[in-house]
């Protein structure tokens, strides 16, 4: 039974960091391309970061470009967001997202967790 979990989301001030995690079980994470999204209340979905099956490849929605640093580990089934510089405008529910096909779309993602919630108090 496939299973995408995450873990480490939380209430952060301004400014702090967080580090996210997504498990992948029953599935082939080493061939997989994974991302990060997320959504605000009363905005659409939106891509974070995605990388490649070899860690390479990696991708940046432009507002988090020097402040999150997406990397995975493939013997652990593994994938991470290292989120720093945390601003108020980052809080949201955060996805990882396995399988992706076309980019870092939402709509090429074959497998979602159920989120982990970020909140950034300012």
């Known amino acids: 039974q496939a299973q995408v979990v995450e873990s480490g989301g939380g209430l952060v001030q301004a400014g702090g960091s967080l580090r996210l995690s997504c498990t992948v079980s029953?599935?082939?994470?080493?061939?997989?391309?994974m991302g990060w999204f997320r959504q605000a209340p009363g905005k659409e979905r939106e891509g974070v970061s995605c990388?490649?099956?070899?860690?390479?490849?990696?991708v940046y929605v432009d507002s988090v470009k020097g402040r999150f640093a997406i990397s995975r580990d493939n013997p652990k089934n593994t994938l991470y967001l290292q989120m720093n510089n945390l601003q108020p405008e980052d809080t949201a529910m955060y996805y990882c997202a396995a399988d992706l096909t076309l980019g870092c779309q939402q709509s090429s993602v074959h497998y979602w967790g159920q989120g982990t919630q970020v909140t950034v108090s300012s």
């Open positions: 990388i490649h099956p070899s860690g390479d490849g990696i």
């Open positions: 029953g599935l082939p994470f080493h061939a997989y391309k």
